[in-house]
């Protein structure tokens, strides 16, 4: 059997306002189905992790600066 590559860093807590994943980006539904994804979604999401953790971290600082 592969392996599959997966973002998870084992920090597992779902930030409310976003709904993501503060250790690897990825909403309840990707985390739930990431093995039954295709190589193909698993990559797509994969190539948007980036984008959403930085999101998250702007949307924390800006809420500890008010």
Known sequence: MAT????CI?????EHHSGLCL?????LGEIANWT????GERSRVM???SL????MRRHA??????
């Open 10 to 14: 084992k920090v597992c807590i779902v």
């Open 23 to 27: 250790g690897c980006g990825r909403t």
């Open 4 to 7: 599959i590559e997966t973002p």
């Open 61 to 66: 600082a800006e809420a500890s600066a008010s």
């Open 36 to 39: 039954a994804f295709t190589e």
């Open 52 to 55: 959403r953790m930085e999101s």
């Open 47 to 49: 190539a948007e992790l």
